[in-house]
């Protein structure tokens, strides 16, 4: 594997992280959200059975469906958190992968980490130069077929 691939994977698992995270959030406020309905609706329920208000066969569903709802968030959440966890776990394996690749690379140069960062800039140099190129020709073919047009 080359370093930019490594470097592609590893950008992939930080991103994953990345998502992975804001799902585990939005799933922590739906729980805190679930769990407030739940509280509301065993208040209204307790005003009902304390005899403050006639009963109400709603009250017992609405009771029952935010029981359900808030076992279902917390049950969301724990998934999320195993996703957080597994894709901490692939970011630290392609940093790892990265730094293989880094490694590979010094050794088949015979450099140590200064060398490899010149042997980096240098190479990018020579691709950047590559692009200049073929960007100066593309145009110039443009520019040719627009005045001869066929």
Same mark, same amino acid.
């Given at each position: 594997m080359t370093v930019a691939e490594a470097r592609e994977r590893e950008a992939a698992a930080q991103r994953e992280l990345e998502a992975a995270i804001i799902a585990r959030d939005a799933l922590r406020l739906s729980i805190e959200v679930t769990e407030?309905?739940? /509280?509301?609706?065993?208040? =209204? %329920? &307790?005003?009902? @059975?304390?005899?403050?208000?006639?009963?109400?066969? =709603? /009250? %017992?569903? /609405? @009771?029952?469906?935010?029981?359900?709802?808030a076992a279902t968030a917390r049950a969301r959440f724990k &998934?999320?958190? $195993? %996703? @957080?966890? #597994? =894709? $901490?776990? #692939?970011?630290? =394996?392609? &940093?790892?992968?990265?730094?293989e690749s880094r490694q590979a690379v010094m050794d088949r140069l015979g450099v140590d980490s200064s060398g490899y960062v010149r042997v980096m800039l240098a190479e990018a140099r020579e691709h950047e130069q590559r692009a200049a190129a073929a960007r100066a020709e593309a145009l110039a073919a443009m520019r040719s077929t627009r005045a001869c047009p066929p």
């Open positions: 407030r309905d739940l /509280s509301r609706a065993l208040a =209204a %329920r &307790k005003r009902v @059975v304390g005899g403050v208000m006639p009963p109400d066969p =709603a /009250s %017992r569903i /609405s @009771v029952s469906a935010a029981r359900d709802a &998934k999320a958190e $195993e %996703r @957080v966890r #597994a =894709a $901490e776990h #692939a970011l630290a =394996a392609a &940093k790892r992968q990265t730094d």
